[in-house]
């Protein structure tokens, strides 16, 4: 019996240190670093009939901080014979946050305003040199890809994990205190 409370205490003091490290009080959140650590690893995009433009952008910090930031997307276009890229006028601003070493997946979906003379498109966005790669534009009847508008699968972030695990180990712990008997039976 005492071995039971035992296990019972032990399983609700880890229980309480996991719950404790999931999330700082915002008086003691740690400062924000502007961009360090924060990388676009990857940019899809394709045509959303209806809207426009649609994808997703892969976030990266490998940063010791935590990060928040405004990445602003934009739509450029290429004309044939000529190197350059040139905006649409076709933008939106999506919020990352992530803890140090985490990675997200944010969807967007933007407007597409076709260009005269325009041979492809792409998205680019302000922070840094990813692009997705380019395609020949969106007519009024392109048929989207498959997953368009699903959501982007959550991350957990270290705190959550751990309250996964603590609580993981604590089933386990019950139920070999159930199959030896710890547990007083009700007859």
């Given at each position: 019996?005492?071995?039971?409370?035992?296990?019972?205490?032990?399983?609700?003091?880890?229980?309480?240190?996991?719950?404790?490290?999931?999330?700082?009080?915002?008086?003691?959140?740690?400062?924000?670093?502007?961009?360090?650590?924060?990388?676009?690893?990857?940019?899809?995009?394709?045509?959303?009939?209806?809207?426009?433009?649609?994808?997703?952008?892969?976030?990266?910090?490998?940063?010791?901080?935590?990060?928040t930031q405004d990445v602003k997307l934009?739509?450029?276009?290429?004309?044939?014979?000529?190197?350059t890229w040139y905006p649409t006028g076709?933008?939106?601003?999506?919020?990352?946050?992530?803890?140090?070493?985490?990675?997200?997946?944010?969807?967007?979906?933007?407007?597409?305003?076709?260009?005269?003379?325009?041979?492809?498109?792409?998205?680019?966005?302000?922070?840094?040199t990813t692009k997705s790669e380019s395609?020949?534009?969106?007519?009024?009847?392109?048929?989207?890809?498959?997953?368009?508008?699903?959501?982007?699968?959550?991350?957990?972030?270290?705190?959550?994990?751990?309250?996964?695990?603590?609580?993981?180990?604590?089933?386990?712990?019950?139920?070999?205190?159930?199959?030896?008997?710890?547990?007083?039976?009700?007859?």
């Open positions: 019996m005492v071995r039971f409370f035992g296990t019972i205490a032990f399983v609700l003091l880890l229980a309480v240190v996991a719950a404790n490290s999931c999330g700082a009080p915002a008086a003691a959140a740690q400062p924000v670093q502007p961009d360090g650590g924060l990388h676009v690893t990857e940019i899809r995009a394709w045509c959303a009939p209806g809207v426009g433009v649609g994808g997703t952008v892969e976030f990266v910090n490998d940063g010791p901080m935590p990060v934009y739509l450029t276009y290429h004309v044939p014979g000529d190197g076709d933008q939106v601003v999506v919020h990352v946050q992530l803890g140090p070493g985490e990675s997200k997946t944010v969807h967007y979906e933007m407007s597409s305003t076709p260009q005269t003379g325009a041979n492809s498109y792409r998205v680019e966005n302000d922070f840094d395609w020949k534009g969106c007519t009024p009847n392109a048929v989207a890809l498959s997953g368009f508008g699903a959501a982007a699968e959550p991350t957990l972030g270290a705190g959550e994990a751990l309250l996964l695990l603590v609580l993981a180990v604590a089933v386990v712990m019950v139920i070999r205190a159930l199959l030896r008997g710890a547990f007083p039976r009700i007859e």
